[in-house]
Every structure is written in C-alpha cells, then in structure tokens.
C-alpha cells in the first residue's frame, strides 16, 4: 500500500494535496507551473546560448578554433 504526503499550505497551515510516496521511486512531486520570472529567465539563457554559437560558429569558419576531442591531450 502506498503512503501519502500531506502538502500544507505555509500561510494558513491547512491541507492543500496529499502526494503519493512510491517506495521504489521515492517522493513524487505535483507538477508546478513555472512562475514569469522563471521563463523570463529561461528565455534569456536561450538567447545567449544562441549568440554564443552563433560566435563559435563564426570563429571555427575563420579557423581560429576547432571542435573539442577529448582523444587528444
């Protein structure tokens, strides 16, 4: 038989959601929606991984560097 969590609510201290234990898997958390701040923030890493490609890319045309091989030292 599986056992439950009680997830309360910090402010008013009352029951919120019970959430399954698994004993194989361990605590199962409820899925959360990300908050503004969050994607804000996801957005802007996607940004300046794109631009730092878009470097590299640039920089391995002009053959100023080379792709990474971890087979020679």
Known sequence: MPATAIKINRLTGTTVDKVLISKNLGV???EREASLKE???VEELKKLVAECQKVGSELYDQGL???YDPRII
């Open 28 to 30: 199962v958390f409820p």
């Open 39 to 41: 994607i804000t923030e």
């Open 65 to 67: 560097i080379k792709p």
